[in-house]
Nanobody, 119 residues
Framework: VQLQASGGGLVQAGGSLTLSCAAS?????????MGWLRQAPGKQREFVAG????????NYADSVKGRFTVSKDKFKNTVTLQMNGLKPEDTALYYC????????????WGQGTLVTVSS
């Protein structure tokens, strides 16, 4: 699986950003879960949101529930993270990732895209 993330940038607190991830696989993405994870300076990487490629089961970290929305477009093979109500603590390098359904860890990673939220 190959992943290419884009859409990061600088935004003021309370603003919005949309991250996009272009995904490709040799056969099908149907058996994968697509996720967004982030790593803030000096902190461990943490899960943000995920969505199953088949069906549309989503889950979110408590810290972003109600503010972030993850979605996918099967025709464009993209996964989107819509981020609203951004806070300075959302500042981080955001990664698009994929794992097989049932797997505990994400095995495929795109490059990070930086999100900076100013207060």
């Amino acid at each position: 699986v190959q992943l290419q993330a884009s859409g990061g940038g600088l935004v003021q607190a309370g603003g919005s950003l949309t991250l996009s991830c272009a995904a490709s696989a040799p056969r099908t993405l149907s058996y994968y879960v697509m996720g967004w994870l982030r790593q803030a300076p000096g902190k461990q990487r943490e899960f943000v949101a995920g969505v199953t490629w088949s069906g549309h089961i989503t889950n979110y970290a408590d810290s972003v529930k109600g503010r972030f929305t993850v979605s996918k477009d099967k025709f464009k093979n993209t996964v989107t993270l819509q981020m609203n109500g951004l806070k300075p603590e959302d500042t981080a390098l955001y990664y698009c990732a994929a794992k097989l359904r049932g797997a505990s860890d994400y095995a495929f990673w795109g490059q990070g895209t930086l999100v900076t939220v100013s207060s």
